[in-house]
């Protein structure tokens, strides 16, 4: 009997090893997630500047920055007319650059014999503002949300100078780098009030966040995203803020947003693709939900604790970003990962061991995605576009 018994016990174990085996060498294991994509190509095009303004920025060689009132891309190249040439000032801001053009010079420039600059995309300043803090929001597209498995829009902040539409980013040794495409939007005063939103001048441009996935991995709550822990380091890294080539200033923003379509290509496969109607919160509804976290120094970034703000306001050196779309690289776990960090939960002991099971599954999870290989790596080129905001060109050096 006990012969028997030990034979069964034997088939049992073999059963189960052969069938963990079957389920481990079907497992799925996806290397980015799939997105919805339109069924007509991304055109990009010059706004109607009876719709919104579209400006850009250089610096001469004397260091004067240069504002430009773009009306044509052609090439890698942009045409303007100089702000200057029409009464602006001559200043870094390109708010206070526009403000001092008389109104009625604008409107007559398009079709005054002015003279065109014709400047490299390659030498445009950075759209975004200088600070080096910025208003990152996770989760705010329903099909991203899905991928996070967020049920949530959250805030965070983001610290890091923008880098300007034609950049390099290092690839770490061993890293998990993920793209995002982003909208961004910018204003003329600071930010205390709905008023003071609703009075601004608003200025939108494409942005890009990449993420540091490891820093996400083991510094983040999973169960609750808006725990202040793993976004600000995960997202702060250098070079991880690009910003497109132009600054939009539409009349009417709520409807310019809506209709903004933004896409990401890795390597020539597109990946993103999603218009700004699609936010679950807008930018007035995000203003109103970061004005509403300013108080309390509850996030936390390279070991300290931070504030969202420093002064309780979206001060005009601040971006305030809008969340991605679907499409990102990152996924959740396989069913080959959970296998995996189960057999080695048990040879650690099991709940005997003196570690915890997440202590466990973030490392083998981590190497796991290492071995995958389908991250960002040395020689990858992500691009960004905007239907009606340039585009962004990042290569991933070692």
């Known amino acids: 009997m006990a012969v028997k018994l030990g034979r069964l016990l034997v088939l049992a174990a073999l059963l189960v090893s052969a069938l963990t085996v079957a389920a481990w060498l079907s497992s799925p294991d996806p290397k980015f997630n799939r997105a919805s994509f339109e069924s007509e190509a991304l055109t990009q095009s010059m706004a109607d500047p009876h719709t919104a303004l579209t400006l850009a920025q250089y610096r001469t060689g004397a260091g004067e920055v240069v504002t430009l009132l773009v009306d044509a891309v052609h090439d890698g190249e942009v045409s303007g007319i100089d702000l200057a040439d029409l009464g602006a000032q001559r200043v870094q801001d390109p708010f206070v650059a526009l403000a001092s053009v008389d109104v009625e010079n604008l409107t007559a420039a398009f079709y005054g014999p ?37 049920d949530s829009v959250f805030v965070f902040p983001k610290f890091g100078i923008a880098t300007p539409a034609r950049t390099t980013i290092t690839a770490p040794e061993g890293g998990l780098l993920d793209y995002e495409v982003e909208l961004c939007m910018r204003f003329d005063r600071p930010i205390r009030s709905l008023d003071d939103f609703d009075a601004a001048v608003k200025g939108l441009f494409l942005c890009a966040d990449f993420t540091d996935r490891i820093a996400l991995l083991e510094l983040a709550d999973s169960d609750n995203l808006d725990s202040g822990y793993g976004f600000s380091d995960a997202k702060s890294g250098p070079g991880f803020f690009p910003s497109g080539p132009f600054l939009l200033i539409p ?52 070991g300290e604790f931070y504030k969202l703000a420093p002064d309780q306001r979206i001060d005009q050196d601040m971006t305030l970003m809008s969340g991605t779309s679907e499409g990102v690289i990152f996924t959740t776990p396989a069913r080959h990962d959970y296998i995996e960090i189960a057999l080695a939960y048990l040879l650690e002991g099991g709940p005997l061991s003196d570690k915890g099971l997440m202590d466990i599954a973030i490392p083998v999870f981590i190497e796991n995605e290492r071995e995958s290989g389908h991250f960002l790596k040395p020689g990858d080129t992500v691009i960004y576009r905007g239907s009606m905001l340039g585009d962004i060109v990042v290569e991933i050096t070692p």
């Open 114 to 150: 002015f003279e065109r600059h014709v400047v490299a995309i390659e030498q445009l300043l950075p759209t975004a503002p200088p600070g080096g803090r910025h208003l990152g929001v996770g989760t705010n597209f329903p099909e991203h949300a899905k991928e996070a498995q967020s």
């Open 251 to 302: 009349k009417d923003w709520s409807s310019f947003v809506a209709d903004t379509r933004m896409m990401t290509w890795l390597n020539g496969e597109a990946r993103q693709d999603a218009r700004g109607g699609e936010m679950t919160l807008d930018f007035r509804e995000l203003t109103e939900k970061v004005l509403g976290e300013m108080a309390v120094r509850r996030f936390f970034y390279n």
